[in-house]
């Protein structure tokens, strides 16, 4: 009879799958509210396979994983997770994770399913894992991410194309698998280049050349966005993450991708905008110059280098010549929020999305009711946020937005991006509420004027 250890802080949860999995299973099962005293049981047991989940107090599924691992314990391990995010599939591969299954799936007609992957688990490490394997684990996970994402091996062939990755595509899994040669780009772009995927180890040349600007870029992963064009016509801007894939051993096996069509989140005038790679953040904010005094206050300068940059920018369009001026004008005082907002706009309209974000936020340190640097701010922290996939910006942008609303309650702009914000972070109920609220506004308003309209 096999023994099975499962590891889950849901009591509950335990209750049920005990006798299930030693009644269906034929198992001899040992239980574990926390890793703490999983670790102890196994000091004086050994068992077939560990069932753990990810998501623990004190010590994770992960952490678990790892300590276990670094003992020389082979034991086959099976995470049980309701996270479905690349970076715990990647996390648990690295140290030696066999499966992964679901949480909120297993009710008693797929305790067969766990049962099976038990066992296979147990065959698997009988005869070894190789990179075949590897990759066959890789594909079960990524099948239930809630995010569009595939894998192509060594050999720059696909081996996991999830259901996301089927809808964004209108590519099946069936039709894609085994695919190499770069067939997977064609439903994108509308002929075969490069995915970021392929680049993931390129230089920054090559990037450039194949149309990619680098959001960010560290050793192992790449953050990137393009422009589009798939069979349809239609041109869409697409965000594109990809991270090296190394199995337990070091060995690399692959390239895990996801992608994205933020064409409706950034807005689709980004689609008219040249395409810039960025590879560094850093610049410098002007400070005020102690030579610059009352004289110049008095004498108007300030105001007449910010009408400058004003006409430059609002009137003209010149948008880099525009900064300058409005650099002079906060160098006499830099005090002034309006002007830090106008730079602000100046560095977003020419892409440089991290300027005009410090931009914005000095203009709302300086006037923080203004409604108009509050909905810049909270724009551009929604951009780079989901850009980046910074959880941390779209949560401040939430926060301003708040702030607005409680303002103004009929800014049909501000619940709209509410929505988009909500959306993102998976707060799909939120979302709802907040589109339909901004939806109204709209409505009553156009309601209203069609009422003027028929009075006149």
Known sequence: MLSVLFIDDQNPLLEVMHPLLERIGKMNVKTALNAKDGLELLKNNT?????????????????????IRSKGDTTPVIIF????????????????????????EIVQS??????????????????????????????????????AAY??????????????????????????????????????????VPLLSDLIFQDDALLLENHYSVIEKNKQSITAWTKATPEEGHQVLLWMKSSALYDSK??????????????EEMGAELLHKPVRFHSSYEFSVPKASPEVGLFDKVMGKAKSSYKKGIHLAFKEGKYAEAIPYFDRSLDIDPLLANVWHDRGVCFRELGRDVEALRNFENAVELAPDDEEFLFSLSCIQKAIGILRQRKDLIESAILVLNRIVEKNPNHADAWNL??????????????RKYFEKSSNIIKTGKNRQKKREFDI
Do not use: H
Request: hydrophobic share 40%; net charge negative; with cysteine.
């Open 151 to 192: 894998v192509i091996d060594r050999e720059g062939k696909v081996i996991a194309w999830n259901e996301e990755m089927a809808k964004l595509s209108g590519v099946t899994p069936e039709n894609m698998i085994g695919k190499g040669d770069w067939q997977y780009s064609i439903p994108f772009f509308g002929y075969k």
């Open 418 to 431: 509410l929505g988009i914000c909500s959306k993102e972070l998976g707060k799909d109920l939120e979302s």
């Open 81 to 104: 997770t309701g996270v479905g995010r690349e970076y715990a599939a990647i996390e648990a591969l690295n140290n030696g994770a066999d499966f992964f299954m679901k949480k909120g």
């Open 47 to 67: 068992f077939d396979a560990i069932v753990v989940d990810y998501d623990l107090p004190e010590i994770s599924g992960i952490e678990f994983l790892k300590i």
């Open 110 to 147: 797929q305790l067969l399913d766990l049962v099976q992957m038990i066992q296979l688990a147990i065959d698997r490490r009988k005869i070894g894992r190789g990179v075949g394997t590897t990759q066959k684990i890789l594909s079960d996970a990524f099948n239930f991410f809630n995010e």
């Open 250 to 263: 070091g060995t690399f096996i692959g390239v895990m991708g996801k992608i994205r069509d933020i064409t």
